[in-house]
């Protein structure tokens, strides 16, 4: 079975920079069609960065210039790059894996909630100002 493990979440000041990291077991391909997603209290959970099928990275507009998201496929470990935090970038990070007829090579401005399947529990960040 998918199994996700997110890790690297913390409380920072306004301007730091925290990476996430996502341990992926169950897949045979390494950590394609993959995302990051957040929510805040009271809040929808939103799309932040994802790599599609193809390996190539999408990014919610809101933080394509400061977060960057990567993978090492070797592995299968998808991580989440975060620089210049600010205290709206608060939520619970979590990361997920694509469902089987996900559409991933249509992404725009970011992973699509409705295409994935599989999530990991959450890691926490807080950034105060």
């Known amino acids: 079975q998918v199994t996700l493990v997110e890790s690297g979440g913390a409380s920072v000041q306004s301007g730091g920079s925290l990476r996430l990291s996502c341990a992926v077991s169950?897949?045979?391909?390494?950590?394609?069609?993959m995302g990051w997603f957040r929510q805040a209290p009271g809040r929808e959970r939103e799309g932040v960065a994802g790599i599609r099928a193809d390996g190539t990275p999408t990014y919610a507009y809101s933080v394509q210039d400061r977060f960057t998201v990567s993978q090492d496929a070797a592995a299968n470990i998808l991580y989440l790059q975060m620089r210049n935090l600010r205290p709206n970038d608060t939520a619970m990070y979590y990361c997920a894996k694509c469902s089987p007829v996900s559409k991933s090579m249509v992404w725009r401005g970011g992973p699509s909630i409705h295409d994935f399947a599989y999530w990991g529990q959450g890691t926490q960040v807080t950034v105060s100002s």
């Open positions: 169950g897949v045979t391909n390494g950590p394609r069609c």
